[in-house]
Structures are given as C-alpha cells and as structure tokens.
Nanobody, 119 residues
Framework: QVQLEESGGGLVQAGGSLRLSCAASGRTFSSYRMGWFRQAPGKEREFVAHITWSGGSTSYADSVKGRFTISGDNAKSTVYLQMDSLKPEDTAVYYC????????????WGQGTQVTVSS
C-alpha cells in the first residue's frame, strides 16, 4: 500500500513563504500526476496545483497563480509546493494526492499539513 506524507506546514505572517513537501512510501508508486489541494474551515476541499510527470506541465488555481510553484521528482515520488506572498485566505489544511492515470480519480491522499497565515 502506498502512503503519502506531507510536511512543511506551520504558522507564518502574511507576505511570508513556506515550502511544503510530499513523499510517497510503501510499495513502488508510479503516478501520472501529483497535486496539492487545500481545505479551509467550513469550506470544501479545493484544487491548488498539479504537475504531470510526462512533460512536466503544471496547472494552478487562479487564486494562487503567480505566488505558488509546484515541482517534484517523479523518480522519488516526491512533490513540493513553494508558497510565496502568503495571504490569510491561504490558511487551510493542505493535502497532496496522486493520480495514477489520466481520467482516473485522485488517490492516494496524504493526511494533510496545516498552514496558518496571520495578518
């Protein structure tokens, strides 16, 4: 069974930066795409960014475009999210997930890491 584990969350002031990491463990994990999602209190989980390993293309939610950067290492099944110019509205639990094939469902998921941005 593959497990994803996020790290790097914490408390930061508005305008600051954080770098989240997500690593896979367990059996060999080969995915088509890996991504980051977030869920703020009282809100539904939303897409943040993803990276497609073949070609390295990336996609971002409009709310984070220009401030967040996703990167990773497919060979290590590791993905990162560099978050700059953080805003209080970025406060949420951030989750990483894998997409095994195009058109599939996001699975597995990590347990999440809390990011809190103070004003």
């Amino acid at each position: 069974q593959v497990q994803l584990e996020e790290s790097g969350g914490g408390l930061v002031q508005a305008g600051g930066s954080l770098r989240l990491s997500c690593a896979a463990s367990g059996r060999t994990f080969s995915s088509y795409r890996m991504g980051w999602f977030r869920q703020a209190p009282g809100k539904e989980r939303e897409f943040v960014a993803h990276i497609t390993w073949s070609g390295g293309s990336t996609s971002y939610a409009d709310s984070v475009k220009g401030r967040f950067t996703i990167s990773g290492d497919n060979a290590k099944s590791t993905v990162y999210l560099q978050m700059d110019s953080l805003k209080p509205e970025d406060t949420a639990v951030y989750y990483c997930a894998g997409l095994l094939r195009r058109g599939g469902v996001w699975s597995p998921w990590g347990q999440g890491t809390q990011v809190t941005v103070s004003s």
